[in-house]
């Protein structure tokens, strides 16, 4: 292996994929061969590296200097400064948006400075392509502990010690699941791997998979040891493209090296995995649906117990861990449980992964301590609200979770204190909504999620949430009545008592949340036929106020439909003839001036 | 070699059906493999007409019910003919929030297609879909795979301009 002057640790995640990355690296190579450098200096094409807002990013080794925003015409300029002439470029640095100060190296970014790695310590240090970089990071040295020196009820008592709880969002102890499994009796056995990633605004598990494929692979062959199972299916979204072509690439690669397969390190011990791509339904990531879908059958859950533990894929005893869950697996065997129960909260260990989008300057995805309050996870490594706007909540736990509002912003990161104010865990997805969110339309929004996603076995989930969604539609376009409210919150109890499955049983959670922190703006919806974040396209007018217009005619450049008039010094005026109420004025407008 | 018979499809030529048979000899023994077989025979023909959801049925000897409903409960499968150009916007929660919707608008405005419609000259086909893990970009659409991240409400119809 050649020894190289500097590695450069350029994202290759989908985020940077679709801003350029791939050109960037072509364009960047190029100009190393042709300056003589090629052989000194090394692209690293690593993982997801977490800061998507910000991308293509890279980071140069071991110098620690992170650039953002790289683009093909910028190669020369950063060459010739940064490579031959040993001068970092200040213009691709990170700015930070409080005080525009620059800040060169990676370590000193609040937004990585504020995170513990652990499910991700892997991401855009490794090539995910190659299983000796990962190797090198003490890669499978838990699997072969596990094999070679401990024994199956030595491993799940350490994955008890560790504490650690599902990262799907449910949160049920995973040593507690491995231990019903292990017990089961039967000679075939099945351990899943759920990377049916399907909350919107979640991309945790995609990211890991991108970044570090072999922890997943190591997880699952420890989870398998565990229980005494030959077979193993990782279960992911189609969509997921990226992560299946790394994930494939790692299992052959695992194989080649005997650590899967038959006898694994000469340990006597046998498993091998599969993947299966998903086609496209959110229920799927329910256990039992992921089961009969793998079956090749409509993705329908079934009610419990039994329990997967004793009757689960092809009926045989299976245990079922999501992406993240098993990603921390490999460093509990070789730390051992009490290193990972040794920070986090008194029922919450570890650290949880979170997807952070939405209104909010660092888009990305972080890795925090339980027990961190929700405040420091927008505002410090969250970068808080661009555009000077007003926070007004944060949507946790997707569809089955709710929003969290302002004074409630200091709640830790711990799964029963989340619960308690109405939103849950959930499996990371973190949407942070400024002041112009309108939250019946969110409500409305998650409800035809639901909806729409319903697998339609049980009445009160496939007939129940369609009524709630009706009268969020009525309400949202301005024809809600009195009592609507009650009724909402009727449908939402009935629904959460009577539903099949764990995706019915949280439908209305984000009505409930939402009811609970911002019940006003539900009755300003239905008394005033108001929508005070003006989202609703229903309840607006389409006018000009001309005591706040300024007459910029910034609205009139920007409609697609010459349906507003202007000249200029002159008050704008909207042709509602010719409206198509696209909202592209109002978003133009910088004074309110439309109504 | 398939014994079945073809029935003939103006959407499936020979060399389609050579495929679909090749997929279906080298799955029909594999349990649970339909969704697979599904998936890979939609890649091959665009769509899946109910003729050839029946010859899959035949092939790998399953009720037809059973297949149909397979095909009609994942959002993968398309039972209707796609456009040339698939324009897929993300609805998910992120890309809510920051504006699909009026993204949405404007494509509807401009090619009279809503969400699950395809344009008349099977130009366009409109689809929202469930969350690209693209947040970072939102709002996000990808059009013949090409990912279009943080767009303006104002420049959506220009992009599609470039989709023949």
Redesign the interface.
Known sequence: MSKNRIQLMLCGG??C???GSKKFEKALQQELEAKGLAEEIKIVETGCNGF??V?PVMLVQPEGIFYQKLKVEDVPYLVEEHFLKGRPVKKFFFVEQKNKATIPHMNDIPFFSNQVYRAMRNKGVIDPEVIDEYIAREGYFGAAKALNEMTPEQVVEQIKISQLRGRGGAGFPTGMKWAFAAASPGEEKYVLCNAD???????MD?SILESDPHAVLEGMIIAARAINARQGYIYCR???QLAIRRLDIAIRQAKEYGLLGENILGSGFSFNIDIY??????VCGEETALMR???????MPRPRPPFPAHKGL?DKPTILNNVETLANIPQIIIKGGAWYASIGTEKSKGTKVF?L???VNN??LVEVPMGLPIRKLIYDIGGGIPGGKKFKAV?LG?PSGGCIPEHKLDTPIDYEEITKVGAIMGSG?A?V?DEN?CMVDMAR??MD?IQDES?GKCTPCREGTRRMLELLEKICHGEGQDGDIQSLEALAEVIGQSALCGLGQTAANPVLSTLRFFREEYETHIKEKVCPAKRCVALLKFEVNPEMCKKCGLCFK?C??EAIAWKKKEVAVIDKSKC?????CF?KCKFDAIF | MSILTRPSHPDITDAMWDKIDEIIDANKDIAGSVIGVLRMSQDAVGYLPVELIDYIAEGMNLPASQVYGVATFYALFSLKPKGRNIIKACTGTACYVKGIKEILSHITNKHGIKEGETTADRRFSLEGVRCLGACGLAPVMIVSENIHGNLKPDEVVGILENYK
């Open positions: 989908t985020g994929h679709s801003t998507c807002a991308g990633e399907g909350d919107p605004g979640a991309f995609r189609t969509e997921y791509q998903g086609a496209g339904a959110f879908s793998i079956e090749g059958k409509r993705g092809w997807a989008s939405g209104d888009i990305g949507q997707g997805g949407i909504m969110t929004f998650f999620f697998c920007a697609p439909s198509v109420k696209c909202m592209s978003d």
